[in-house]
């Protein structure tokens, strides 16, 4: 069973900053790549972050954002920095892992945790 825990989320000023971490655990192989996702009401989830060999980000989040992730212990983090309101939404660590060296590939989910940027 693999599940993705994710912890640092919170409520901040406009400007100021967080550190999002989630880690892997359970019956891990291999991990393709890791991530981190959004959705605020009424929107539809979208990525934020991913690390996969390379990292990509959202327009939105370019230069404010830093996504760092350490294979060896099956950890992802995000550097938010310069926090808008509008970055205020549940964030969702996201990872393609291979339980064993015979099964495919598949998505896993983190439940989720709440940033909100308010004054």
């Known amino acids: 069973q693999v599940q993705l825990v994710e912890s640092g989320g919170g409520l901040v000023q406009p400007g100021g900053s967080l550190r999002l971490s989630c880690a892997a655990s359970?019956?891990?192989?291999?991990?393709?790549?890791m991530g981190w996702y959004r959705q605020a009401p009424g929107n539809q989830r979208e990525l934020v972050a991913y690390?996969?060999?390379?990292?990509n980000y959202a327009d939105a989040v370019k230069g404010r954002f830093t996504i760092s992730r350490d294979s060896a212990k099956n950890t992802v983090s995000l550097q938010m920095n310069s926090l808008k309101p509008e970055d205020t939404a549940v964030y969702y660590c996201?990872?393609?892992?291979?339980?064993?060296?015979?099964?495919?590939?598949?998505?896993?989910w983190g439940r989720g945790t709440q940033v909100t940027v308010s004054s």
């Open positions: 996201n990872a393609l892992i291979s339980a064993t060296r015979m099964d495919p590939n598949r998505y896993y």
């Open positions: 359970g019956t891990i192989f291999s991990i393709g790549g």
């Open positions: 690390s996969d060999g390379n990292h």
